[in-house]
């Protein structure tokens, strides 16, 4: 069949012999892309009288939309909380080293640190489309100082901060901007954080719940006010009990505003939740479950001593401690492994683990109509993986920017 190019001069690409990943379900077709997109065979076909190309045989791989990861402290060396004068090719560097993993879009996550700190940084960052560059870059995830002193994890305690009288302009000035922003994690039990919720919300701000000493119905009021997300669940925050199940139990609560859904973090790297854990809060809310790295400078080098933010922290294995301490302070772990972790620790299905790393986080910050999915028209984000979900080949706006090199992939 003749291509006719009436709609557009650019190249169609076929992917064949592939399964995949759409409705939630692993289906044996063709992926057709044309101009970083996802095409519609059928219009393709009838209204267009159009054929492929280009077609590129995927050996039976399994084609997935490309992972999100929005909680990431940095990677390969690389602080997102370390002002430095080369911050720029930092980012860009964790952006490209990351696509090994799957990971197509991110959100550079500060911790904890002085204003002068998010002054400097927070403009270096900007929101941009991935490429062979490297991943896109979805906007900040601000992960305090408006935390709880008790659950402050590896943030540095000098640095925490509360909401005075005007609570959202201490925000501003705190940060300086919130201009390529897309969440802020706070404490929900801290006085007047319900007008900064509403401020943020109203401003398409995700708001997270997290490092907090917050009860059940502080957390509920918090998710009435606006707030969407929990920051990896379990980790800095109250124990769950069974008379005040504190953060952990709005996964199952009957006061969750209708048509809202409360997602929830949790780094599945078999270090930070006890598989019975995982497995317990997958079986309650598994439409909610959205699997972070939470990855400091210390990803993907040898073990020792690195730093996350104000704090040096040493890596041993893969558990990662503030030095001197046995408090964890984020992860070594990769996307990918996160995705195989949570496959073998829950028995879900290969379509369930997937999605937890591209349509969840893609729901949580409004994006699923462009990322997240292979649904027609959606960005041709994506990646071929084997059977035992490992990445072969990663691809942004239909254009592969990684390959594994291995015969026959």
């Given at each position: 069949m003749p291509s006719n190019k009436s709609v557009s001069e650019a190249p169609i690409f076929q992917f064949t012999n592939c399964r995949i990943l759409r409705n939630h379900e692993l289906q044996r077709e063709d992926l057709w892309v044309r101009e970083g997109k996802i095409l519609n065979p059928e219009k393709l076909f009838f209204d267009e009288k159009g054929s492929a190309d280009i077609q590129?045989?995927?050996?039976?791989?399994?084609?997935?939309?490309?992972?999100?990861?929005?909680?990431?402290?940095?990677?390969?060396?690389?602080?997102?909380?370390?002002?430095?004068?080369?911050?720029?090719?930092?980012?860009?560097?964790?952006?490209?080293?990351?696509?090994?993993?799957?990971?197509?879009?991110?959100?550079?996550?500060?911790?904890?640190?002085?204003?002068?700190?998010?002054?400097?940084?927070?403009?270096?960052?900007?929101?941009?489309?991935?490429?062979?560059?490297?991943?896109?870059?979805?906007?900040?995830?601000?992960?305090?100082?408006?935390?709880?002193?008790?659950?402050?994890?590896?943030?540095?305690?000098?640095?925490?901060?509360?909401?005075?009288?005007?609570?959202?302009?201490?925000?501003?000035?705190?940060?300086?901007?919130?201009?390529?922003?897309?969440?802020?994690?706070?404490?929900?039990?801290?006085?007047?954080?319900?007008?900064?919720?509403?401020?943020?919300?109203?401003?398409?701000?995700?708001?997270?719940?997290?490092?907090?000493?917050?009860?059940?119905?502080?957390?509920?009021?918090?998710?009435?006010?606006?707030?969407?997300?929990?920051?990896?669940?379990?980790?800095?925050?109250l124990p769950f009990h069974h008379r005040d199940p504190g953060i952990v139990g709005l996964l199952t609560s009957d006061k969750i505003p209708a048509g809202r859904r409360v997602f929830y973090g949790m780094i599945s790297d078999g270090i930070h939740t006890n598989p019975a854990a995982l497995r317990i809060a997958h079986r309650a809310h598994p439409k909610g479950l959205v699997l972070v790295t939470d990855a400091i400078a210390g990803m993907g080098l040898a073990p020792g001593r690195h730093t996350l933010g104000q704090q040096v922290v040493e890596i041993d294995g893969l558990n990662t401690y503030i030095a001197g301490t046995k408090t964890l302070s984020g992860s070594v772990a990769t996307m990918d492994t996160c995705v195989r972790h949570f496959l073998e620790a829950t028995g879900c299905s290969i379509e369930t683990a997937l999605e937890a790393a591209s349509l969840h986080p893609a729901q949580l910050l409004g994006i699923e109509h462009e990322k997240g999915t292979l649904n027609y028209d959606s960005d041709a984000d994506f990646l071929m993986l084997s059977n035992s979900l490992h990445v072969q080949a990663t691809y942004i706006a239909g254009e592969r920017v990684w390959r594994r090199d291995a015969p026959g992939v």
């Open positions: 590129l045989d995927c050996q039976d791989s399994i084609i997935a939309p490309g992972f999100i990861d929005v909680q990431i402290n940095g990677g390969f060396g690389v602080d997102f909380s370390l002002a430095t004068d080369d911050f720029k090719s930092g980012i860009d560097l964790v952006g490209q080293k990351i696509l090994s993993h799957g990971v197509t879009s991110f959100c550079p996550t500060l911790v904890t640190s002085p204003p002068s700190v998010y002054h400097q940084i927070l403009p270096q960052i900007s929101v941009r489309n991935g490429g062979a560059h490297g991943a896109g870059i979805l906007g900040v995830h601000l992960e305090g100082p408006f935390i709880s002193k008790e659950k402050k994890g590896a943030h540095p305690e000098r640095c925490l901060r509360t909401f005075e009288a005007g609570a959202f302009q201490d925000l501003l000035a705190t940060y300086g901007s919130l201009d390529c922003v897309r969440i802020v994690t706070l404490a929900p039990e801290m006085k007047r954080s319900s007008e900064v919720i509403r401020e943020l919300t109203k401003r398409g701000i995700c708001v997270s719940l997290g490092h907090s000493v917050a009860n059940l119905s502080q957390a509920e009021e918090a998710v009435q006010q606006g707030a969407t997300f929990i920051t990896h669940l379990f980790n800095a925050m």
